[in-house]
C-alpha cells in the first residue's frame, strides 16, 4: 500500500475558511486607512500643536516673543515672532509647527471654530499658567472636516486639550 502525499479535503476547506474570516475582518480597515490618513494627520498635527504651544506659553518666562496658533478656514500654523503678524506662511519649518499650504489644498480640508467657519483668522493662545486667552478663554472647539468625515479637538477653559 503507497501512501500520497497532500492535504485532505477537511484541511483545505479549513485553510479556505480561515483566509476567508481574515480577508473580511482586515480588507475594510485597510481600505478606511486611506480615506482618514489625512484627517487623522491634520487633527493630529493641530492637537500636538496646541499643546506644544501651551507649554511654550508656560515656560516663556520674558515679555518678550509671543507663541500663538492661527487657524483660518483650511489651515493652521504657529506664530512666534510677532503678536502682530496675523498671516501664516505657505511652509512652516520644521513641518510640525503647521499645515502647509499645498497640504490644505491638496487634502480639501475644512476648519470650523465653535460650530463657525473661520472668515479670517482665529487666534488661539494661552497664559503662563497654560490657560487659553481671548477667543478661548471660556473653552473652545475646532472641527477639522475632510470629505465628509469630522474630528473635533476641544480646548477646556482649565487649559485642558482633547480629543
Known sequence: MSRSSGFTLVELIFVIILIGILAVTTLPKLTLINKDSSLIEARDRLLSLLR???LQSM??????GCYKVLVNSIRFGQQTSDCTI?????TFNPDYLGYTQAEAISSKLRIKVNGYPVTTYYQITFNSLGIPENLCSRGCNIALTINGQTETIYIEAQGYIHL
Open 52 to 54: 506644544h504651544t501651551q
Open 59 to 64: 515656560q516663556n518666562t520674558q515679555t518678550t
Open 86 to 90: 496675523q498671516t501664516l506662511p505657505a
